[in-house]
């Protein structure tokens, strides 16, 4: 029996896994929990990132407009699965320590694909932040309503930021992708470390595509979804992985175990996917067969998991797990 270590969530979104399920990871009764046109100005929902707030939850949503603009808006919930998602856009503000470099890391080409990580008493966002191309905006708030923006933590272009929820070593700790302007047809998941949130350094490869068909799904890209979870055998990462076929990218998702205090450090790796896209909202929408997680939820009490994931670029559902449904079928079917 494997440990989260954190907070119990006694009001964490559940389902038993319903009766002849054989896999590790069920989906929610009622998905898609939101619907793409939730505020008026939506095109799509998805992508997106909770966490728990106060007796609740608070979120933070990539909304595409009917522009087809991409930007974060604010959402709050009781339950984890209805959410009140606001009609506006947040607004970063810079911290007022300097308010000429400010001008430049707040300028706004677009946002997208957030997620959300409590840390030192703060909300931390990252989300892959428009600057001369993609890259890792990083921001914060202690109540879903002020934002405040810092430095981005990488040069262009990289996506796919996700903080650790605790400083590994004395250092912050976040994973992310490297990549280009485009619909990257590569990309491998590196881990950097800071003093301050502000400069990051020593970079180490965590781990890459499987080019062989060993593991196929996972052969053009991947990178990190929700933050990871902290377990008493290691980090617990579910991340994205592609496969490029003759209709285009398919995005599925698979489990790693990470070396608690080397999380560069590979101990298990999936080596099938754990979800992927089979039902009708993951397999049509704007992006056809796409799964991708940027959340997670987690109660150490009962070591149940609900992962918050987009569905085809368009809106978003909850899937569940345990630790031990997870980790037991990693080690089952390791890479
Ligand atoms: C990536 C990002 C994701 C998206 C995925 C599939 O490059 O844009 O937000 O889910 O492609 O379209």
């Given at each position: 029996m494997a440990r989260i270590i954190g907070d119990p969530l006694p009001n964490i979104p559940w389902e038993d896994k319903p009766k002849g399920c054989k896999a590790p990871i069920w989906r929610y009764s009622g998905n898609p929990i939101i619907k793409r046109d939730a505020i008026p100005t939506s095109n799509s929902i998805f992508n997106s990132a909770v966490i728990r707030y106060k007796d609740g939850f608070a979120g933070v949503f990539r909304c595409d407009s009917k522009a087809l603009s991409m930007d974060l808006f604010a959402g709050f919930s009781k339950d984890g699965i209805n959410w009140d998602i606001e009609e506006t856009p947040i607004q970063f503000i810079g911290e007022g320590k300097n308010p000429d470099e400010e001008q430049e890391f707040l300028k706004r080409e677009y946002r997208y694909d957030p997620r959300i990580c409590y840390l030192d008493g703060k909300y931390y966002i990252t989300w892959c932040n428009g600057y001369h191309?993609?890259?890792?905006?990083?921001?914060?708030?202690?109540?879903?309503?002020?934002?405040?923006?810092?430095?981005?933590?990488?040069?262009?272009?990289?996506?796919?930021?996700?903080?650790?929820?605790?400083?590994?070593?004395?250092?912050?700790?976040?994973?992310?992708?490297?990549?280009?302007?485009?619909?990257?047809?590569?990309?491998?998941?590196?881990?950097?470390?800071?003093?301050?949130?502000?400069?990051?350094?020593?970079?180490?490869?965590?781990?890459?595509?499987?080019?062989?068909?060993?593991?196929?799904?996972?052969?053009?890209?991947?990178?990190?979804?929700?933050?990871?979870i902290e377990t008493d055998e290691g980090?617990?990462?579910?991340?994205?992985?592609?496969?490029?076929?003759?209709n285009g990218f398919v995005y599925r998702m698979g489990a790693a175990l990470l070396d608690i205090d080397k999380p560069w450090k590979v101990k298990v790796r999936s080596r099938y996917y754990i979800l992927g896209p089979e039902e009708l909202y993951e397999l049509a929408g704007?992006?056809?067969?796409?799964?991708?997680?940027?959340?997670?939820?987690?109660?150490?009490?009962?070591?149940?998991?609900?992962?918050?994931?987009?569905?085809?670029?368009?809106?978003?559902g909850i899937a569940f797990t345990t630790v031990d449904e997870t980790l037991n079928y990693i080690k089952k079917y390791p890479l």
């Open positions: 191309g993609p890259t890792i905006g990083v921001g914060y708030t202690y109540d879903f309503k002020t934002f405040y923006q810092i430095e981005n933590a990488f040069l262009p272009y990289n996506r796919n930021g996700v903080l650790f929820p605790r400083k590994i070593n004395g250092k912050y700790c976040m994973l992310s992708r490297p990549s280009d302007t485009g619909h990257t047809p590569f990309g491998d998941i590196f881990v950097s470390f800071s003093p301050d949130m502000v400069f990051w350094g020593k970079h180490r490869h965590v781990m890459g595509p499987i080019k062989d068909d060993r593991s196929a799904w996972q052969s053009t890209k991947i990178g990190a979804g929700p933050i990871p980090w617990l990462l579910f991340y994205h992985g592609v496969i490029t076929t003759c704007d992006v056809p067969n796409v799964v991708f997680p940027c959340a997670a939820l987690t109660d150490s009490a009962t070591g149940r998991i609900a992962i918050y994931y987009g569905c085809a670029d368009t809106v978003t």
